[in-house]
């Protein structure tokens, strides 16, 4: 299984950019990385998924470099609402070659903590 | 769009009683269904997984089980409860490739 390991905890201010690493040195070839959010008393919410180079939605920005031993979230310009939990999470049970088939496991995730 | 339905929100029960904890999942069909718990102020940590009925794979032993009767359905148990069974408890569900998990509200178990 492709292990992931993450800062403990993060701290930023409001307006700032804020990007959290998150290491996966053992990804496999056909492995997808994905990124949550949770925030107290809820389940994680999907923020979102890339295999290589970048990816950007409307709240966030992925970075994976060539070797694809990293990713890195981004998040532009952050506020108090965006203080939660960040997890990534390497692998894909559907495909085949997958080093988390059948299963999917969070690493210990990010607390972001954004202030006034 | 996947819809998650999990049962009760909260529940406090005595160490030794049993449990059921039902989630059911709408808008899709085959799904791989999931049981997570969250212990105060820690991660998720992965308790069963299921890719089709009747199929079970268990990450943790101890006094946990669940089952999958029908193709929407996912049942978490115990026959007698401890104290650190204690946690927030995550139904969640996958469907098709490159799909990410869908989280259901949570049951907040608390063991007396």
């Known amino acids: 299984l492709a292990k992931t390991t993450q800062p403990i905890s993060m701290d930023s201010y409001e307006g700032q950019e804020v990007n959290i690493t998150c290491s996966h040195n053992?990804?496999?070839?056909?492995?997808?990385i994905t990124w949550y959010q949770q925030f107290p008393s809820q389940g994680p919410r999907f923020i979102i998924q890339?295999?290589?180079t970048k990816v950007t939605n409307e709240v966030a920005s992925l970075f994976i470099p060539a070797d694809r031993k990293s990713s890195t979230l981004s998040l532009p310009r952050v506020s108090l609402s965006d203080t939660a939990v960040y997890y990534c999470?390497?692998?894909?049970?559907?495909?085949?070659?997958?080093?988390?088939?059948?299963?999917?496991?969070f690493g210990q995730g990010t607390t972001l903590q954004v202030k006034p | 769009s996947q819809t998650i339905h999990q049962w009760p929100a909260t529940l406090v029960q005595p160490v030794g009683s049993p449990l059921s904890l039902e989630c059911t999942v709408e808008g899709t069909s085959n799904p791989n269904l999931y049981w997570y718990r969250q212990a105060a102020g820690r991660g998720l940590q992965l308790l069963f997984y299921?890719?089709?009925?009747?199929?079970i794979s268990s990450e943790v032993p101890q006094n946990l089980s669940a089952s999958r009767p029908q193709d929407r359905q996912f049942i978490l148990s115990s026959k007698k409860l401890l104290l650190s069974d204690s946690g927030f408890y995550l139904c969640?569900?996958?469907?098709?490739?490159?799909?990410?998990?869908?989280f259901g509200n949570g049951t907040r178990l608390t063991v007396t």
């Open positions: 969640a569900c996958k469907q098709g490739l490159l799909s990410p998990l869908h």
């Open positions: 890339g295999y290589k």
């Open positions: 999470l390497v692998g894909d049970p559907e495909r085949p070659g997958s080093s988390n088939t059948g299963k999917l496991i």
């Open positions: 299921s890719v089709g009925i009747g199929q």
């Open positions: 053992n990804i496999a070839t056909n492995d997808y």
